[in-house]
Nanobody, 126 residues
Framework: QVQLVESGGGLVQPGRSLRLSCAAF????????LGWFRQAPGKEREGVSA????????YYSDSVKGRFTISRDNAKNTFYLEMNSLKSEDTGVYYC???????????????????WGQGTQVTVSS
């Protein structure tokens, strides 16, 4: 059994912060590339952040760079997306995902990721 379980989504006012968590069950996150994706209504799923499983290199899309931070805690088998200075444009369903195959590439692409969380809604509104 392999699962990713997300938590931390919700309603937040613009300018506030939110942290999403993604806990892995049934496998170990070590050495795998980890990614966060979001999908807004009417838009395709977009890779917003990723971290390499080999050298720890990180990626952020232009829309979130400087505001979001991805991190991993291998001891907890969990990874995170810290979202600061949130904007209404950040609203969407956020998915965590893991690339189980031994290849790293940026930006993270949906078809390259194998295991997905259930998604968590983030709504940024005043």
């Amino acid at each position: 059994q392999v699962q990713l379980v997300e938590s931390g989504g919700g309603l937040v006012q613009p300018g506030r912060s939110l942290r999403l968590s993604c806990a892995a069950f049934g496998f170990t996150l070590d050495y795998y590339a980890l990614g966060w994706f979001r999908q807004a209504p009417g838009k395709e799923r977009e890779g917003v952040s990723a971290i390499s499983g080999t050298d720890g290199e990180t990626y952020y899309s232009d829309s979130v760079k400087g505001r979001f931070t991805i991190s991993r805690d291998n001891a907890k088998n969990t990874f995170y997306l810290e979202m600061n200075s949130l904007k209404s444009e950040d609203t969407g369903v956020y998915y965590c995902a893991v690339k189980l195959f031994p290849y790293d590439s940026f930006p993270p692409l949906v078809h390259e990721y194998n295991t997905w969380g259930q998604g968590t809604q983030v709504t940024v509104s005043s």
